[in-house]
């Protein structure tokens, strides 16, 4: 049996595990609650056999730990099919709003898009790969390491020095801290280009190890490991993580994971197991200080009683972090629920959300417009609350869309698969990097933040997009730029010789 009829057949496995997974799961729901016994359950089923087939072929090892096609199934399973469920199993749904009768009808019509977006994300992901089934890049980046020296201490003083400077602005850590947990403060306002110099730090730093460390075979110890991990968790606190960004943390650790994986050592799925774990009750904890500062972040240990009275207070619970920053299933229902009723007032935006995200490249004072346009918190108050309901001042929702919601606020529920359309070309684009990269290009260093991305892509709008591109990879990517010779790999056609989906080169190789 030839290689291409023993991966038809290990996909189609994986197929069966995951028809089997997702019926499972659907026989559970059921035996807890009779709302359940709807026709949303279908598609919504649909999609999670169709994402999850991808979580499966992670698991059977024939997709790499931090492939993007295999994190996005991981995630997409809970996303796409667990979440809804979870919303009707749980009763849970956003407040502040007037809600449908039913919630089920809208899930399932949403699930309806979402499967047939699926369907298209699936084609147009499979187009840009297979032209790279066996390529490789043309152009190599290596390090040049007395470029790499100095570079790297360039930009490790300017980020420290100009950190030191944000925090006397604000009277010290502590200032720092409260001013930026206090909603109704400017804190950062004009200082975007700022912060994305200052918090590239601990990023910059773990680049700087991964590069020395990865023929030092002491340094590939793993109590070695676990103890830069730790210091570089401490340093990103310390670099924006206090804050109130735990999204940038987040990102930035799995970031600084992916760089051991590639470079320095092989990381298996318990160890990111254990990873995501820390991850969950990081953001959990993490909100207390988000909401309330230092006095919130007090609270978080005082005891059952004392967080538990807080968690009530300000929402910090459990199911909100589930289902609120994990996932878009209550709100994407609403807003489908908003423009396909019969009144409907709600005028879509043809764009402009989209424009409005490029325009924060521009600093106020460059823009050539009296005004910098609103964001697509203008479109989305309006289209919760009805038109006119948006007061910059006064009156915002501060929701974040994602890809299917923001669709929907400028071309309304129907263009929904068509965007899919450009998320399966940005992730196969990726995932393209994934299999043609050189072992000895240094934009491996690079790759766990697009894995990361293209969640980023699937959960967030335009706006958080670009500035997740810019605040967290612009710095890291010049300094690599600037760091690295170009070398031409004249013999780019290679035998790929594993079965996977993908081959990842030796982390071990020496340069």
């Not at 009277?171 to 400017?186: C, H, K, T, V």
Request: proline share 4%; charged share 15%.
């Amino acid at each position: 049996m030839n290689e291409q009829n023993l991966q038809a057949r290990s996909r189609n496995d994986s197929v069966i595990f995951a028809i089997f997974i997702c019926l499972l799961t659907l026989v559970f729901f059921f035996q807890t609650s009779e709302q359940f016994l709807h026709w949303f359950v279908i598609p919504v089923t649909l999609c999670g056999i169709l994402i999850s087939i991808d979580a499966i072929e992670w698991f059977r090892g024939r997709l790499d730990i931090f492939s993007p096609i295999g994190i996005l199934g991981l995630l997409g399973f809970h996303f796409f099919f667990l979440a809804p469920l979870l919303h009707v199993g749980w009763d849970k749904w956003f407040d502040g709003i007037t809600p449908p009768n039913d919630w089920r009808p809208w899930l399932g019509g949403m699930a309806i898009l979402n499967f047939l977006g699926l369907l298209m994300y699936r084609f147009s992901r499979e187009i840009y790969l297979k032209p790279a089934k066996r390529q490789l890049t043309q152009t190599i980046w290596i390090i040049n390491k007395q470029h790499f020296a100095f570079v790297l201490g360039f930009a490790l003083t300017l980020c420290g020095v100009l950190q030191l400077l944000v925090y006397k602005q604000y009277g010290g850590l502590a200032g720092y801290i409260n001013a930026f947990a206090d909603r109704e403060s400017q804190a950062g306002v004009g200082q975007g280009w700022l912060l994305m110099i200052c918090e590239s730090f601990p990023i910059i730093a773990m680049m700087g190890f991964t590069v020395y460390a990865r023929n030092k075979k002491y340094l590939k110890n793993w109590r070695v490991l676990l103890i830069i991990l730790i210091v570089f968790f401490g340093l990103k606190l310390l670099f924006g993580g206090l804050r109130g960004s735990r999204s940038n943390t987040v990102w930035a650790l799995l970031w600084a994971v992916g760089m051991i994986h590639f470079w320095i050592r092989p990381i298996n799925k318990k160890q990111i197991g254990v990873v995501l774990v820390f991850v969950l009750f990081f953001m959990f904890f993490y909100g207390f200080l988000k909401s309330g500062g230092l006095e919130g972040l007090q609270v978080a240990f005082q005891g059952q009683e004392a967080r538990q009275e807080y968690i009530e207070d300000k929402g910090r619970t459990w199911d909100n972090l589930i289902l609120g920053d994990l996932s878009r299933s209550d709100l994407h229902a609403f807003m489908l629920y908003r423009i396909m009723r019969h009144d409907s007032d709600y005028q879509l935006a043809w764009g402009r959300t989209y424009f409005a995200a490029f325009s924060i490249l521009i600093p106020k004072p460059l823009w050539p417009l009296p005004e910098k346009p609103y964001n697509k918190s203008q479109e989305g108050t309006d289209l919760q609350y009805g038109m006119g309901s948006y007061a910059p001042e006064d009156f915002v929702s501060s929701k974040v869309y994602g890809l299917a919601g923001e669709t929907m606020l400028n071309f309304g529920p129907f263009a929904i698969p068509f965007a899919f359309i450009l998320f399966g070309i940005v992730v196969g684009n990726i995932e393209r990097w994934f299999q043609t990269l050189s072992t000895l290009d240094t934009r491996w260093l690079m790759l766990p933040m697009l894995a990361n991305f293209n969640f980023v892509v699937l959960v967030g709008d335009l706006d958080n997009i670009i500035f997740f591109l810019v605040t967290v990879g612009a710095v890291p990517f010049l300094v690599l730029l600037l760091s690295s010779t170009k070398i031409v790999n004249k013999d780019s056609r290679v035998q790929l010789s594993s079965g996977k989906a993908f081959s990842i080169p030796n982390p071990q190789s020496k340069i």
